[in-house]
């Protein structure tokens, strides 16, 4: 079975400019999420699609941070504009359903964002 | 809301050694709780999950957790560490009905050889 899949896998831009990320989910998953690490904390939710609604995006900056999920499958994460204490791992994970009813969490690699 | 505190930033162990990682969490109701582990470069792979019944809890490479309610804990254990092990290990703290996980700020494992 395929993973959670993301790219790119590394990116670096200058603050001010903007950044995406896409994530394909493990396929059947409706329930996609948005995590950031920053460097030496735990990763901290920032939206949660249940297909293609918005469960919730409390702790996303909205503005300058957006995301859609579409189609309920794939999903973007954009940066605009970037800010230096926007470098973090960026990670996708999904669920079957949402993850409190007993599904687990997978978890893509994650994009690793650099700005300077 | 929930949150969860690893007090170990860094622990250093021998191979061959047994091993603990502390967790304690903050909950009104009973948690949903996990372990989960991510090695250099790479997302975040579950270990075990604690959602009721028998508190002793296995999951994979050889790890197990125990949830404590009186003390709020769920202590990831291993009998004997492998260099592999090697990662940084995170403990999460869900709810019942929704999945705003949290994340503790992780204890990274280092293994002497």
């Known amino acids: 079975e395929a993973g959670v899949a993301q790219s790119p896998r590394y990116k670096i831009i200058e603050k001010r400019q903007s950044v995406a990320f896409w994530c394909n989910p493990i396929?059947?998953?409706?329930?996609l999420y948005w995590y950031q690490q920053i460097l030496g904390q735990g990763p901290k939710l920032l939206i949660q699609?249940?297909?293609?609604?918005?469960?919730?995006d409390s702790q996303l900056p909205k503005d300058r941070f957006s995301a859609e999920r579409l189609k309920g499958v794939d999903s973007t994460l954009k940066i605009q504009p970037a800010k230096l204490e926007d470098s973090a791992v960026y990670l996708c994970?999904?669920?079957?359903?949402?993850?409190?009813?007993?599904?687990?969490?997978?978890f893509g690699e994650g994009s690793w964002l650099t700005v300077v | 809301a929930q949150s969860v505190t690893q007090p170990d930033i860094h622990i250093t162990v021998s191979e061959g050694a047994s091993l603990e990682l502390r967790c304690n969490y903050s909950?009104?109701?009973?948690?949903?709780l996990f372990w989960y582990v991510q090695s250099p470069g790479q997302g975040l792979q579950l270990l075990l999950k604690?959602?009721?019944?028998?508190?002793l809890v296995q999951g994979i490479k050889g790890f197990e957790a125990e949830f404590k309610r009186s003390q709020s804990s769920f202590n990831l254990r291993k009998p004997s560490v492998h260099w592999s092990d090697a990662a940084e290990y995170f403990c999460?703290?869900?709810?019942?009905?929704?999945?705003?996980?949290?994340f503790g700020a992780g204890t990274r494992l280092t293994v002497k050889p």
């Open positions: 994970a999904s669920s079957l359903g949402a993850g409190g009813g007993g599904n687990t969490i997978y």
């Open positions: 396929s059947g998953h409706a329930t």
């Open positions: 699609f249940q297909n293609n609604g918005v469960v919730d």
């Open positions: 909950y009104g109701a009973t948690p949903y």
């Open positions: 604690y959602f009721s019944g028998d508190t």
């Open positions: 999460a703290v869900g709810r019942q009905n929704n999945n705003d996980m949290r």
